[in-house]
Nanobody, 120 residues
Framework: QVQLVESGGGLVQAGGSLRLSCTAS????????MGWYRQAPGKQRELVAT???????KYADSVKGRFTISRDNAKKTVYLQMNSLKPEDTAVYYC??????WGTGIGGVWGQGTQVTVSS
């Protein structure tokens, strides 16, 4: 079972950009679905984006047009490019590998999370 380590979080002003990275301890060539999820204070964890092995991506409506998910299997890394950030994007962002339910991430392997804070 792979282990996942996220990086790239931080504090940014509204309208700014951040790129999150999720690096796996092992190969992700055989893992079909990789995803990013987030949890804001007092809220449930929610899907941000998922990417299949072939590169097809799905996004939550709230981030469409602003966020881009991608994966580099050779580097065992999944990325989340976040542009035009808003204060409501503030959350802990989690990487997930191979969920049985991609809508929630249930059944998959989770990383430890990285904090993203967007100031107004």
């Amino acid at each position: 079972q792979v282990q996942l380590v996220e990086s790239g979080g931080g504090l940014v002003q509204a309208g700014g950009s951040l790129r999150l990275s999720c690096t796996a301890s092992g190969s992700i060539f055989s893992i079909n679905v990789m995803g990013w999820y987030r949890q804001a204070p007092g809220k449930q964890r929610e899907l941000v984006a998922t990417v299949l092995n072939g590169g097809r991506a799905k996004y939550a409506d709230s981030v469409k047009g602003r966020f881009t998910i991608s994966r580099d299997n050779a580097k065992k890394t999944v990325y989340l490019q976040m542009n035009s950030l808003k204060p409501e994007d503030t959350a802990v962002y989690y990487c997930n590998a191979d969920p049985t339910d991609w809508g929630t991430g249930i059944g998959g392997v989770w990383g430890q999370g990285t904090q993203v804070t967007v100031s107004s």
